[in-house]
């Protein structure tokens, strides 16, 4: 817990990032239940894309969540359930191409249904991870919008990547001054929020200082704008996640970190949790948090996948790696 206390009185994270992990994993303790290391929940997954939910979901899996969820269309249901039997699937998402001839009002008692659907399983998780794969769909987006507002009332962290990052640079104010809610934008991605948001370019000469803007211009949102160094930004400082990774950018590597973000997060909330009870612990952002071991896993599960894959490596090799990656920052006792 020292690098926690550590981490709240300002210094660099940059060189703590293996300590953020050890003081945040839990103890594989037997007297914890099952659900105790965290619940996840994954919005995204449609007919076109059904590898990315599935990676984020998986991923949280493998660095020790004990149940992840996903919540997709119909069309991506069946298929994310043939890649793992460890996955919890709900078809309960739409696409406007299926209810074609349906009318507006017939579409609004489809949408009460998603929503209510959603609400059943709301308070059991932990965090959502809301874009892998999610398509843009209006009719989806509009349904997936309504999900995200459900889950700040209920004040659920979300992590936003992919497409769920296209949805909140034109509907910003589904994160705006929600302090649990983390963007993950990559160069692409970046670049329209900070047109969207800032109203300018992006201007490379003063990454930190735009981040730090960005950030407070949104109300405190955590951001983690993904390079060569990983730059992390709630609004009052920024810090960074330099540990080299990999050269090989294969697709599907921001679903990896989405889906590990959320995990950690969740984990860093329980730590403040106990910070409140033990005062001995300083209380220091879990989206931050969550943010900084998200990355610094990512990069180092990458470069032990590298070593042995080289060019070859894929997604589903990086995950491999996860969980000895982990134990090897953070040892099972």
Request: charged fraction near 20%; include cysteine.
């Amino acid at each position: 817990m020292e690098a926690v206390k550590c981490l709240s009185g300002g210094a660099s994270l940059e060189a703590n990032a293996e300590s953020v992990l050890r003081a945040i994993a839990p103890s594989l303790d037997p007297t914890r239940h099952k659900g105790q290391a965290g619940k996840i929940a994954v919005v995204g997954g449609c007919r076109e894309y059904t590898g990315a939910p599935y990676f984020a979901a998986i991923s949280a899996l493998k660095i020790g969540a004990d149940l992840s969820h996903v919540f997709c269309t119909e069309g991506a249901a069946t298929v994310i359930k043939s890649y793992s039997p460890e996955l919890i699937v709900h078809p309960i998402l739409e696409e406007s191409y299926n209810i074609s001839g349906v009318n507006d009002e017939g579409k609004r008692d489809i949408s009460k249904k998603i929503l209510s659907e959603f609400d059943k399983w709301m308070e059991r998780f932990d965090c959502l991870v809301v874009g892998p794969g999610l398509g843009r769909d209006p009719f989806l987006l509009e349904c997936v919008s309504k999900i995200m507002t459900r889950a700040r009332q209920s004040n659920v962290p979300i992590v936003v990547d992919g497409d769920g990052l296209f949805l909140v640079t034109n509907s910003i104010e589904l994160v705006s001054g929600y302090r649990l809610a983390v963007l993950t934008p990559n160069v692409n991605e970046y670049k329209r929020l900070v047109q969207k948001v800032l109203g300018c370019d992006v201007n490379d000469q003063n990454t930190h200082g735009e981040l730090l803007s960005l950030s407070k211009q949104i109300g405190g949102v955590t951001i983690l704008r993904k390079g060569k160094s990983d730059l992390i930004s709630d609004g009052e400082k920024v810090q960074s996640v330099s540990i080299y990774g990999s050269p090989r950018r294969c697709g599907g590597q921001g679903d990896i970190l989405s889906g590990s973000v959320a995990v950690f997060l969740s984990w860093a909330r329980q730590c403040n949790s106990a910070a409140e009870r033990e005062s001995t612990i300083s209380r220091t952002n879990p989206t931050v948090l969550g943010c900084i071991a998200g990355s610094a896993l990512l990069r180092k599960a990458a470069a032990l996948a590298f070593e042995h894959k080289k060019r070859s490596t894929l997604t589903t090799d990086i995950i491999e790696h996860l969980g000895q990656s982990l134990e090897a920052i953070s040892p099972v006792s």
